[in-house]
């Protein structure tokens, strides 16, 4: 029951990304009328006191935004917009919009609102509810079990910790992926009462476990060891990684874990139970508390073992399952094509700062098109690789210019075309990979050149 060492994340009260502030982006050319321009509103509904959300606002010619206010967004050039809200955390529970994406259409010279509505969850509350909906699914794909009567259940709401992170936006896994586990040891006779306490996790978080054939396959490996004696001791461990790349500044999400579990071989069932829940509980972010009525506290009680968790145990867990939100990456492309051709024609690239004398060429184009849904959280970067096919190491990606302000991310139909001066002939047959990605992580796409064609010089 050692705590593990982590790094701490610095103390956020915000779920969601801190981008630029709320103004419309620059456009080159000639200045705006109030004819060729439209307004955004948006505005909080029932949002509850003490809470503050954030809504993003993405559009065309790569338009980004964030506001935390009721605010009417001016001088927005007329086209689609998407507006994304964001779940909001607090230490006592989550707002959640009702309607998280919308998609509004600015009109040239005209106005739009758009008002987000929240729900709040308090995971503070005195009973631990309801899953949200069928989600609490044991170990081998059956239904959980049935939600105790509060009253019987010891400990208090607000006795919970968690490891990394902090209480209003802690690290944890990803609740809408199921979750895989595997012993790498004999079990000893142990294996019921490990699947029983990952379906007790379960039916806390809505989280799903499935048991693996093979640990080298399991997210989660459990290790049993005995020893002479009455008690038990063990280690559990969440592992994480932390989701970062190019100007994308992302969160820590949990990928990996381990149980480690030795007992004594005149210990208690109950006992090594409560090992399994405790050991459990750290490994999806629970850290010890001093309560001693709750399944986190350390060391466990030999003479009174807890088999179910208790109040805060459930509270915590809640706050790291499903009701607090996935946290997926975007979903994958589909119908996904790629074409390119050799320019005689030589049209020009558009550059940003440099010599405005020098004029790039371009003597090679790449199309590449795809179909995609709303990304939740929104997409914010998509980037395009060619992979050479002599290279297995980072160095075999090359990156494909985009145009400026480019990010995919809106639904439906998408194509744009990059400009290559000096670039790779076109082969067809040539292997490429889209990738998008959010504050969650990356979603990776391949695509081979269906076709080469040549543009002729006009």
Same mark, same amino acid.
């Given at each position: 029951?050692?705590?593990?060492?982590?790094?701490?994340?610095?103390?956020?009260?915000?779920?969601?990304?801190?981008?630029?502030? &709320?103004?419309?982006?620059?456009?080159?050319?000639?200045?705006?009328?109030?004819?060729?321009?439209?307004?955004?509103?948006?505005?909080?509904?029932?949002?509850?006191?003490?809470?503050?959300?954030?809504?993003?606002?993405?559009?065309?010619?790569?338009?980004?935004?964030?506001?935390?206010?009721?605010?009417?967004?001016?001088?927005?050039?007329?086209?689609?917009?998407?507006?994304?809200?964001? %779940?909001?955390?607090?230490?006592?529970?989550?707002?959640?919009?009702?309607?998280?994406?919308?998609?509004?259409?600015?009109?040239?010279?005209?106005?739009?609102?758009?008002?987000?509505?929240?729900?709040?969850?308090?995971?503070?509350?005195?009973?631990?509810?309801?899953?949200?909906?069928?989600?609490?699914?044991?170990?081998?794909?059956?239904? +959980?079990?049935?939600?105790?009567?509060?009253?019987?259940?010891?400990?208090?709401?607000?006795?919970?910790?968690?490891?990394?992170?902090?209480?209003?936006?802690?690290?944890?896994?990803?609740?809408?992926?199921?979750?895989?586990?595997?012993?790498?040891?004999?079990?000893?006779?142990?294996?019921?009462?490990?699947?029983?306490?990952?379906?007790?996790?379960?039916?806390?978080?809505?989280?799903?476990?499935?048991?693996?054939?093979?640990?080298?396959?399991?997210?989660?490996?459990?290790?049993?060891?005995?020893?002479?004696?009455?008690?038990?001791?063990?280690?559990?461990?969440?592992?994480?990684?932390?989701?970062?790349?190019?100007?994308?500044?992302?969160?820590?999400?949990?990928?990996?874990?381990?149980?480690?579990?030795?007992?004594?071989?005149?210990? %208690?069932?109950?006992?090594?139970?409560?090992?399994?829940?405790?050991?459990?509980?750290?490994?999806?972010?629970?850290?010890?508390?001093?309560?001693?009525?709750?399944?986190?506290?350390?060391?466990?009680?030999?003479?009174?073992?807890?088999?179910?968790?208790?109040?805060?145990?459930?509270?915590?867990?809640?706050?790291?399952?499903?009701?607090? +939100? &996935?946290?997926?990456?975007?979903?994958?492309?589909?119908?996904?094509?790629?074409?390119?051709?050799?320019?005689?024609?030589?049209?020009?690239?558009?550059?940003?700062? +440099?010599?405005?004398?020098?004029?790039?060429?371009?003597?090679?184009?790449?199309?590449?098109?795809?179909?995609?849904?709303?990304?939740?959280?929104?997409?914010?970067?998509?980037?395009?690789?060619?992979?050479?096919?002599?290279?297995?190491?980072?160095?075999?990606?090359?990156?494909?210019?985009?145009?400026?302000?480019?990010?995919?991310?809106?639904?439906?139909?998408?194509?744009?075309?990059?400009?290559?001066?000096?670039?790779?002939? &076109?082969?067809?047959?040539?292997?490429?990979?889209?990738?998008?990605?959010?504050?969650?992580?990356?979603?990776? %796409?391949?695509?081979?050149?269906?076709? &080469?064609?040549?543009?002729?010089?006009?």
């Amino acid at each position: 029951m050692r705590r593990p060492a982590f790094l701490l994340i610095p103390a956020a009260a915000l779920f969601g990304l801190t981008l630029t502030s &709320c103004s419309a982006t620059s456009v080159a050319g000639p200045t705006p009328t109030m004819a060729d321009v439209g307004t955004l509103g948006i505005r909080f509904g029932s949002l509850p006191a003490g809470v503050q959300a954030q809504v993003t606002v993405s559009g065309p010619d790569g338009y980004l935004s964030s506001t935390a206010t009721n605010t009417t967004i001016e001088n927005l050039p007329p086209g689609t917009y998407r507006v994304s809200a964001l %779940t909001a955390a607090t230490e006592r529970g989550i707002a959640v919009p009702t309607e998280p994406t919308a998609m509004i259409e600015v009109p040239a010279g005209g106005a739009a609102d758009v008002v987000f509505e929240y729900t709040f969850r308090d995971f503070h509350a005195t009973s631990p509810g309801p899953p949200p909906d069928d989600s609490t699914v044991g170990p081998n794909g059956g239904e +959980g079990g049935d939600q105790p009567d509060v009253s019987t259940i010891p400990g208090r709401p607000s006795d919970f910790r968690f490891t990394v992170g902090n209480q209003a936006m802690p690290v944890r896994w990803n609740p809408c992926q199921p979750i895989s586990w595997a012993l790498t040891t004999d079990d000893g006779g142990e294996q019921p009462r490990l699947q029983e306490a990952f379906a007790r996790a379960s039916a806390a978080t809505g989280i799903t476990f499935q048991q693996a054939d093979r640990a080298d396959q399991a997210q989660i490996p459990v290790t049993i060891r005995f020893t002479t004696g009455a008690t038990v001791e063990g280690e559990g461990e969440m592992r994480y990684s932390y989701v970062n790349s190019g100007s994308i500044v992302g969160r820590k999400v949990a990928n990996e874990g381990t149980v480690d579990a030795v007992l004594g071989d005149s210990s %208690t069932a109950a006992l090594r139970s409560n090992l399994y829940l405790h050991e459990i509980g750290h490994v999806l972010g629970l850290a010890h508390v001093d309560a001693t009525d709750e399944v986190m506290h350390s060391p466990l009680s030999i003479s009174s073992p807890l088999t179910e968790y208790s109040l805060g145990d459930l509270a915590g867990l809640r706050r790291l399952g499903r009701e607090a +939100g &996935c946290l997926n990456p975007p979903p994958p492309l589909l119908d996904t094509v790629a074409s390119g051709a050799r320019r005689l024609d030589r049209p020009a690239i558009p550059q940003i700062g +440099g010599d405005p004398g020098l004029v790039l060429r371009a003597d090679h184009s790449f199309t590449f098109g795809w179909a995609s849904t709303l990304a939740d959280p929104p997409t914010l970067q998509t980037r395009i690789f060619r992979v050479d096919p002599a290279r297995r190491d980072v160095q075999g990606l090359v990156p494909i210019p985009l145009p400026l302000g480019f990010r995919g991310d809106l639904p439906g139909k998408t194509e744009v075309t990059a400009l290559l001066a000096g670039g790779a002939d &076109c082969q067809v047959g040539d292997r490429y990979r889209i990738v998008q990605q959010n504050i969650f992580g990356a979603t990776t %796409t391949p695509v081979a050149l269906s076709s &080469c064609k040549v543009v002729a010089a006009r």
